[in-house]
T-cell receptor, first 110, second 115 residues
Framework: SQTIHQWPATLVQPVGSPLSLECTVE??????LYWYRQAAGRGLQLLFY??????ISSEVPQNLSASRPQDRQFILSSKKLLLSDSGFYLC?????????FGQGTRLTVV | KQEVTQIPAALSVPEGENLVLNCSFT??????LQWFRQDPGKGLTSLLL?????REQTSGRLNASLDKSSGRSTLYIAASQPGDSATYLC??????????????FGKGTKLSVKP
């Protein structure tokens, strides 16, 4: 079965600092990969998804970016964090089958 | 652009009651639909997956139906238990190159089952 690794579990960063969240997947090859943000009271917002290495689709314009340097690695980045970037970030993997989620990273921008 | 709506936003029921959660989506050109469960501060756990060609899926006390043409899905929970208390999320898989593309979520229904 698939396992999604996300780290760190919690992160506190100052406004204007860079961000790099990493997600790796085990137990499958060529999965679709997803980054979501869950803000309080706003549900799960799809930020990026990828159907293959180097293929990134952005769902929401923002100051975040994503990259997929390897088949089972998905990275969420920002050059300068905003207060509004605070939230719970979830990585997921799936392809026409049940999607599996990591345990998430709670990011607080101060 | 696909939009997914879940009603009610919150539901409180006594233990043992049967209940139905609703999900609707605006674009019927979907690849699949999934129901998830999320406990507070945790990631998501997949409950049921319905492919676009299917009408329903069952797992234990859970039954999910899909009516693609009307853009609706329901999650039926039989004989609810306090351990079922969680937020239930519906997610619609879009089509990309003949396979699944994006995965769009509703805002969820927060279920509380009282002992």
């Amino acid at each position: 079965s698939q396992t999604i690794h996300q780290w760190p579990a919690t992160l506190v960063q100052p406004v204007g600092s860079p961000l790099s969240l990493e997600c790796t997947v085990e137990g499958t090859s060529n999965p679709n990969l997803y980054w979501y943000r869950q803000a309080a009271g706003r549900g799960l917002q799809l930020l990026f998804y990828s159907v293959g290495i180097g293929q990134i689709s952005s769902e929401v314009p923002q100051n975040l970016s994503a990259s997929r340097p390897q088949d089972r690695q998905f990275i969420l980045s920002s050059k300068k964090l905003l207060l509004s970037d605070s939230g719970f970030y979830l990585c997921a993997a799936g392809q026409g089958a049940q999607a599996f989620f990591g345990q998430g990273t709670r990011l607080t921008v101060v | 652009k696909q939009e997914v709506t879940q009603i009610p936003a919150a539901l409180s029921v006594p233990e043992g009651e049967n209940l139905v959660l609703n999900c609707s989506f605006t674009d019927s050109a979907i690849y699949n639909l999934q129901w998830f469960r999320q406990d507070p501060g945790k990631g998501l756990t997949s409950l049921l997956l319905i492919q676009s060609s299917q009408r329903e899926q069952t797992s234990g006390r859970l039954n999910a139906s899909l009516d693609k043409s009307s853009g609706r899905s329901t999650l039926y929970i039989a004989a609810s238990q306090p351990g079922d208390s969680a937020t239930y999320l519906c997610a619609v898989g879009g089509i990309y190159g003949g396979s699944q593309g994006n995965l769009i979520f509703g805002k969820g229904t927060k279920l509380s089952v009282k002992p």
